[in-house]
């Protein structure tokens, strides 16, 4: 071997030397910060589930302005952890179940508390049984929605979004201190149906809209950023009555879909037979080898083996 190829062998096996040196030195750097940045959705779902916790704390003392804010609060925690994940690439399993686990307390038991402290305590035992059919409506809806991901349109909710019911009854809250209201007979004959409602429609196939994959970089009708500009500007403005109008106008969105005409339809059934090894055509399981009909539309409807 010349002196010039073995000065070549020397170079590349030094040049991969400094490499391996480069990539354990990245592995090093690298690994602490994902740790840090899978952190940051996870604590902002645990600032949410908090907001949960002290808004039920907050009904149970009476003060059921703030018990409706912490559930704002909790919302806002709700739209940003998933967001936050999607953009740092650290979405997981685990984030998903967690943030379950954070909606069923925020959004299922604190405004289900919420309600019955602050509207449906005069009927005792109903307004308990009213509330935690609430409670037990969200939980469904949330479980379903978890083992239906990727089999609906990800445009379209299934039935109405635990944080959306939430909200309005938080709205309603918020609404009732605004107007100063002082009608403990007729807000619970209110409460009681609207809390039903909104149990219903979370467990229903009622399709909603979904926001989740809105793509702020493309370009937007002027009309939609001045109905935004008007919206913020009423947020600032009268925040609790616009917080129960654009929740009560979420809620009427899904009956508005479902009367056009939209429906429900999954991409893939949740339960599906196991498919046959048997050959379509196989004489001994009796059916027609010629039968294209029977072919197509069958082999959901064959019997398992």
């Known amino acids: 071997m010349s002196e010039r190829s073995r000065r070549t062998l020397d170079e590349r096996a030094r040049i991969r030397l400094i490499t391996g040196r480069l990539r354990e030195q990245r592995r090093k750097v690298v690994a602490p910060l994902r740790r840090g940045v899978f952190l940051v959705p996870a604590t902002i779902t645990s600032l949410g589930l908090l907001s949960g916790f002290y808004s039920a704390v907050s009904a149970i003392s009476g003060h059921f302005e703030l018990a409706a804010v912490m559930i704002l609060v909790a919302f ?14 650290t979405s997981s399993q685990f984030g998903v179940e967690y943030d379950s686990l954070s909606d069923v307390i925020a959004f299922g038991m604190a405004p289900a508390i919420l309600a019955y402290t ?47 019911a939430a909200i309005l009854i938080a709205g309603s809250a918020l609404a009732y201190s605004y107007f100063e209201l002082s009608s403990p007979r007729m807000l619970c004959v209110a409460m009681v149906p609207l809390t039903l409602v909104l149990a219903w ?79 379509e055509g196989d004489h001994r399981s009796g059916q027609n080898p010629t039968d294209g009909q029977t072919r197509k539309t069958g082999a959901l409807n064959r019997p398992l083996h």
């Open 76 to 89: 806002v925690c709700d739209g940003l952890d998933g967001r936050v994940a999607r953009l740092s690439r």
């Open 201 to 279: 429609l979370m467990i229903s196939r009622v399709p909603y809209p979904s926001f989740k994959h809105l793509d702020f970089h493309d370009r937007t009708p002027v009309e939609l950023m001045i109905a935004v500009l008007i919206v913020v500007a009423l947020l600032f403005a009268l925040p609790q009555l616009t917080a129960f109008l654009l929740a009560a106008a979420f809620v009427l969105s899904g009956p508005f879909l479902l009367l056009r005409g939209e429906s429900m339809r999954e991409k893939l059934p949740v339960l599906r037979p196991v498919p046959s090894n048997k050959p």
């Open 118 to 164: 602050w509207a449906l305590r005069p009927i005792g035992t109903l307004g308990i049984a009213v509330s935690g059919l609430f409670v037990i409506c969200a939980a469904l809806r949330l479980a379903r929605f978890n083992v239906q991901t990727g089999r609906v349109d990800k445009n379209r909710f299934v039935g109405l979004p635990v944080p959306g």
